[in-house]
T-cell receptor, first 113, second 112 residues
Framework: DSGVTQTPKHLITATGQRVTLRCSPR?????VYWYQQSLDQGLQFLIQ???????AKGNILERFSAQQFPDLHSELNLSSLELGDSALYFC????????????FGSGTRLTVV | DQQVKQNSPSLSVQEGRISILNCDYT??????FLWYKKYPAEGPTFLIS?????DKNEDGRFTVFLNKSAKHLSLHIVPSQPGDSAVYFC???????????FGKGTRLSVIA
């Protein structure tokens, strides 16, 4: 157990739907990062939050949004889902900014049918 | 525009031999590099890192080498063990507040 909890582990939904992925960071970590891993792709950075504030944005689609709550858990909202959104979504947390490395959760596998 | 490239999607090595995984980067601002290992159905786990002020960092069976002039780093695993079979990701960062940039990964298979 890495200390980073992601729920659900698996999600199957239809095109056009909206889903919410949840992440609880490791105790004491203030930064939360979301990454997407599609087939044959590396880990693509989506967005970072630090202590409730958006810190950095990567290749995140406008249909996707995220937030970090006062208790530091984070949610990634994916809407108007398309088949191409099927991927593994990882959350990671860190105590301070890089380069000290992240602790990853085990991911949420999203399948859009 | 891939800033971190792992050009070998897979690598197969005999148990006991050396595994060498390679990574190239294009952004000269990167000054910290990390390797992560990922088993199926698990998230990536941190393996070893190196700062740009060094050219080598060793941790047990794992050694990372950095060649800044070539913008190249490599991970050496000696001796390789079957439990090392996993996907290895190279990642880089500009120290400060930039998120890690990952390569696509190399799948290592260590054959007994």
């Amino acid at each position: 157990d890495s200390g980073v909890t992601q729920t659900p582990k698996h999600l199957i939904t239809a095109t056009g739907q909206r889903v919410t992925l949840r992440c609880s960071p490791r105790s004491g970590d203030l930064s939360v990062y979301w990454y997407q891993q599609s087939l044959d792709q590396g880990l693509q950075f989506l967005i970072q939050y630090y202590n409730g504030e958006e810190r950095a944005k990567g290749n995140i689609l406008e249909r996707f949004s995220a937030q970090q709550f006062p208790d530091l858990h984070s949610e990634l909202n994916l809407s108007s889902l398309e088949l191409g959104d099927s991927a593994l979504y990882f959350c990671a947390s860190s105590t301070i900014s890089p380069p000290y490395g992240y602790t990853f959760g085990s991911g949420t596998r999203l399948t859009v049918v | 525009d891939q800033q971190v490239k792992q050009n070998s999607p897979s690598l197969s090595v005999q148990e006991g031999r050396i595994s060498i995984l390679n990574c190239d980067y294009t952004n000269s601002m990167f000054d910290y590099f990390l390797w992560y290992k990922k088993y199926p159905a698990e998230g990536p786990t941190f393996l070893i890192s190196i700062s740009s002020i060094k050219d080598k960092n060793e941790d047990g069976r794992f050694t990372v080498f950095l060649n800044k002039s070539a913008k190249h780093l490599s991970l050496h695993i000696v001796p390789s063990q079957p439990g090392d079979s996993a996907v290895y990701f190279c990642a880089a960062s500009v120290s400060g507040n930039t998120p890690l940039v990952f390569g696509k990964g190399t799948r290592l298979s260590v054959i007994a």
